[in-house]
């Protein structure tokens, strides 16, 4: 029984030791720890540590090691933070979508109550707090150029309709974005739907 309780005890130190290494604000789920324990024992400490305040469970299966405001308390995790805890250590491609990558390109003001991240991962999605978090599967294009500015532009024009893409917004982003960064465009604009290619073009300040 001893034995029981040494190993119980050694499993909460490692895994308490691997969560305060990731540092505030991470967030992670039950397998990140696989390597530190049995499941029943990640799982027994996991809630030993949320009981006591340590770490802050968020959804079922889903906690952070909060970062603390002094006036504020626990801060709240960025949605892309969760997304990536949800999206585990095998799948790391999500792709900003629909009006969470307009909004973090600057193209709407209206922070969206449900950001949605394509991915070649499972599906999920949580709530936390009023915000929902959606993992949606998708197809290998659409995921072609996840991780890329070309990606999230893709998605917030998509999300935005041709018809809405006005030279105010596009004057936004010559000045927001990188001039650099800009001209990467032109090397994925083959992954674009034929109406975004002028928009490429001109962002990328390519005049043919």
């Known amino acids: 029984m001893g034995s029981d309780t040494e190993t119980s005890q050694s499993v909460e130190s490692r895994i308490l030791a691997a969560i305060r290494k990731r540092g505030r604000g991470a967030v992670f789920v039950p397998s990140d720890f696989l390597n530190l324990g049995s499941r029943e024992a990640i799982d027994t400490t996991l809630h030993r540590l949320t009981r006591s305040g340590v770490i802050r469970r968020l959804a079922r299966g889903l906690y952070d090691y909060p970062k603390e405001h002094p006036v504020l308390g626990p801060l709240r995790p960025t949605a892309e933070i969760v997304a990536r805890a949800l999206a585990g250590r095998d799948c790391t ?65 998509r999300e ?36 975004m290619h002028t928009i490429f073009r001109e962002l990328a300040g390519d005049e043919s």
Do not use: C
């Open 93 to 157: 491609r999500l792709q900003p979508a629909g009006a969470y990558a307009a909004n973090a390109l600057g193209l709407s003001e209206q922070v969206p109550a449900k950001a949605v991240f394509l991915t070649d991962g499972p599906a999920r999605t949580v709530k936390i707090g009023s915000t929902t978090i959606q993992l949606r599967q998708t197809t290998a294009r659409n995921m072609a150029a996840a991780g890329r500015l070309s990606g999230l532009l893709i998605q917030a024009l």
């Open 160 to 195: 935005l309709g041709k018809d809405h893409i006005t030279p105010e917004r596009i004057d936004h982003l010559k000045r927001t974005l990188p001039a650099d960064k800009r001209r990467e465009l032109l090397k994925d604009i083959r992954l674009a739907p034929v109406w």
